[in-house]
């Protein structure tokens, strides 16, 4: 009981670091180089709390022998799902491994698969980058937040129900927080949503929403909400039912 909650805590923290990193447009005026030291130091620090997640997790028997086998073979597959429809806009099938993982085994099974989906797929596959551990914790949190729809206590339909719903938020939650780390840089300094240092937190703010709208959220976010919401509806339920056999 007490590991699991030093567990919690080690998550907790490190997602709160994360998050600061993420918002760094809001508090650090920006500059190239700025930005390719705080994706270094961020990559640092995600790797090194994943790492140490992993090992509390599986050195003291927090995954059985079966979860483990499922977490390595659910965060193959999905690392290979993951590269195969990169590039198809919006249609990312990744998303309901680590959903449907999270939400059968618990919030930290499906941080780890997210994390571990990113980044086996990363490593392999010539993926690494800046953005890698930003991905990192992302998609670790749409795994960790179906955990938690998991152990919700609602009826078998009802929590279905509420699974496909969250599917459809986190895609546009996803969106909104991965575009933070690269909004500075990715449009021009003198147009409507450009960031601009040292402007108000407000100004900027309304800036980044009108950017994330008009860039990701009125396509690439709603495509990748609409797929996993069919998706859910479609295989949760066989899905899930072999993944519980797994828990036994």
């Given at each position: 009981m007490i590991l699991s909650r030093v567990q919690t805590v080690v998550l907790a923290i490190g997602s709160l670091l994360a998050l600061a990193g993420f918002a760094w447009p809001f508090t650090i005026p920006a500059s190239s180089s700025q930005s390719d030291i705080g994706a270094g130091v961020l990559a640092v620090v995600a790797l090194a709390a994943i790492s140490v997640a992993v090992l509390w997790t599986l050195d003291r028997g927090f995954l059985g022998p079966k979860?483990?086998?499922?977490?390595?073979?659910?965060?193959?597959?999905?690392?290979?799902?993951?590269?195969?429809?990169?590039?198809?806009?919006?249609?990312?099938?990744v998303f309901l491994f680590v959903i449907l993982g999270g939400f059968a085994f618990g919030p930290k099974f499906g941080f780890l698969l997210g994390a571990l989906t990113v980044s086996?797929?990363?490593?392999?596959?010539?993926?690494l980058g800046p953005w890698t551990p930003f991905q990192i914790f992302a998609v670790g949190w749409v795994g960790l937040g179906a955990g938690l729809i998991g152990k919700l206590s609602l009826g078998k339909r009802t929590k279905l129900i509420s699974l496909a719903v969250y599917a459809g938020v986190s895609s546009y939650l996803f969106g909104l927080v991965m575009n933070l780390w690269f909004w500075p840089f990715a449009v021009g300094p003198e147009s409507s949503i450009s960031y601009r240092a040292g402007a108000?937190?407000?100004?900027?703010?309304?800036?980044?929403?009108?950017?994330?709208?008009?860039?990701?959220?009125?396509?690439?976010?709603?495509?990748?909400?609409?797929?996993?919401?069919?998706?859910?509806?479609?295989?949760?339920?066989?899905?899930?039912?072999?993944?519980?056999?797994?828990?036994?």
């Open positions: 979860q483990l086998a499922v977490l390595g073979g659910m965060a193959a597959l999905a690392s290979a799902t993951r590269i195969a429809t990169a590039g198809v806009a919006g249609f990312e099938l086996l797929s990363s490593v392999f596959f010539g993926g108000p937190v407000s100004e900027n703010l309304a800036s980044y929403l009108l950017y994330t709208l008009t860039t990701s959220t009125l396509t690439w976010d709603t495509v990748r909400a609409i797929v996993l919401v069919v998706a859910i509806a479609l295989v949760a339920k066989p899905v899930l039912a072999v993944l519980a056999r797994a828990k036994l």
